[in-house]
């Protein structure tokens, strides 16, 4: 009989520490076929590490292995954990030959820890610059099973798509000493130091109580929150508003709706938020002026510059006119004040404005126009007027300097406001 020598009993395999383990058969080390869970490169590092150093499951894995699956891990795919194999490249980042790494890729996919997503060959695909180039092969990480029951994950769905959802709990504890790889939400842990509760049934202490201060009392809020009372809030808009009532969401959303129409047609409010527009505008919208009225009352103006806060300028403006006194649209010769500045002590100055004649002979002039003037004049002939009057706007300035109410009911108050400025600067017509 042929006597070994002493090298043979060295290569002998040293059996598996646990014999219940067998390595995953090739039929199953596919993606569509694996039993192991997919998972991202760097829990997939952490499993290879504990399968390899510490559980010791293949018998032939050992730190070589550890060297491919870092270097995998470094080049994988952070989302869906796959690799290329790239077995020459491989073989020279971790200083092995290429039967040395093809032996420990196999030993990955016999712990369950790789997958074949594509499978290399020879068939050259022709790339453009390249003579020869061959089909690449694909490894997707996996974590097998062994892993998650060692840890104590549950696992829900099965083969690659499944998911670590928790935690197995025994009593009042969780199985395994960590939990690698995922985040456990709703698993009781044991207080520090408590042992007692780690048996089950035993009432000998009670947990650890978290905090000693009470949570009964209401939380104070401060500061400028989305909560602050609205009994506050409602006196603070009240107050700004100048004492108007609350406006509801559905008017706000119409303000700023009307002032995303207006902003467009006046060019010196075109820097302003939406919100802060709708808000100065409130005044105005109130008192019925629809989109045009609103950017013919503001074109009225006469801006030749750009306020640095439309918002605050409009407020300003409104303000002082309301403000203004009531006789100030009323002709000097009607004013009960400058009727007759040659006048002595002696002139009859009532507080009534309806008893002083200047007064009375205007209202008088007004209401002889507006039956016989006003009254004939129709809605086309508005029209007509308002879109063919433009190039005319000396003309328009005319009538207006003699008769501005009149003006205003023929032309509006937009093509008024624009013949007058054109007139005020000087322009002349080509």
């Not at 010196?268 to 919100?275: V, Y």
């Not at 009859?348 to 004649?357: E, K, M, Q, S, Y």
Request: net charge positive; glycine share 8%.
């Amino acid at each position: 009989m042929r006597r070994t020598s002493g090298a043979a009993p060295s290569r002998v395999s040293h059996p598996c520490p646990d014999s219940r383990w067998q390595p995953v058969p090739a039929s199953i080390q596919e993606v569509s076929t694996t039993a192991a869970r997919h998972a991202q490169p760097r829990a997939w590092l952490r499993a290879v590490v504990w399968l390899v150093e510490e559980a010791r499951l293949h018998p032939k894995a050992g730190e070589a292995t550890l060297r491919v699956a870092r270097d995998l891990a470094r080049r994988m795919d952070y989302i869906e954990g796959t690799v290329l194999y790239d077995l020459d490249g491989t073989a020279t980042r971790c200083a092995l030959s290429r039967a040395t790494v093809k032996r420990h890729v196999a030993y990955l996919r016999e712990l369950g820890c790789l997958a074949w997503a594509r499978h290399g060959s020879r068939r050259n695909l022709r790339l453009p610059g390249r003579a020869y180039a061959g089909t690449a092969t694909v490894y997707v990480a996996t974590i097998p099973y062994a892993y998650d029951r060692a840890h104590g994950h549950r696992v829900g769905g099965r083969g690659f798509r499944a998911r670590v959802v928790g935690a197995r709990v025994v009593g009042a504890r969780v199985v395994g000493a960590r939990v690698v790889g995922t985040r456990v939400v709703g698993v009781p842990v044991p207080p520090a130091g408590n042992t007692e509760v780690e048996r089950p049934g035993c009432r000998g202490r009670e947990p650890q109580s978290l905090d000693a201060r009470s949570r009964t009392g209401a939380v104070e809020m401060r500061g400028r929150l989305k909560n602050t009372p609205r009994s506050g809030a409602s006196a603070r808009t009240t107050a700004r508003a100048g004492g108007s009532a609350r406006r509801s969401p559905m008017q706000v959303a119409a303000d700023i709706r009307i002032a995303a129409h207006v902003r467009p047609l006046v060019p010196w409010t075109q820097g302003e938020g939406l919100r802060r527009l709708a808000h100065a505008l409130r005044p105005l919208i109130d008192e019925g002026l629809n989109t045009h009225d609103l950017a013919a009352e503001l074109t009225s103006w006469w801006l030749t510059w750009r306020p640095a806060d439309p918002a605050a300028y409009i407020t300003a403006r409104l303000r002082d006119r309301a403000s203004a006194s009531p006789y100030d649209d009323v002709p000097a010769d009607a004013h009960p004040q400058t009727a007759d500045p040659t006048a002595g002590p002696t002139t009859d100055i009532t507080a009534d404005p309806t008893g002083n004649p200047a007064w009375q002979a205007w209202l008088q002039q007004r209401r002889t126009a507006t039956e016989f003037g006003e009254d004939r004049r129709t809605d086309d002939d508005r029209r007509h007027a308002r879109l063919y009057s433009w190039d005319r706007w000396e003309e328009v300035a005319a009538h207006y300097a003699t008769d501005p109410d009149d003006a205003l009911d023929l032309y509006g108050t937009r093509l008024c406001a624009y013949a007058v400025k054109r007139a005020s600067i000087g322009c002349r017509r080509p």
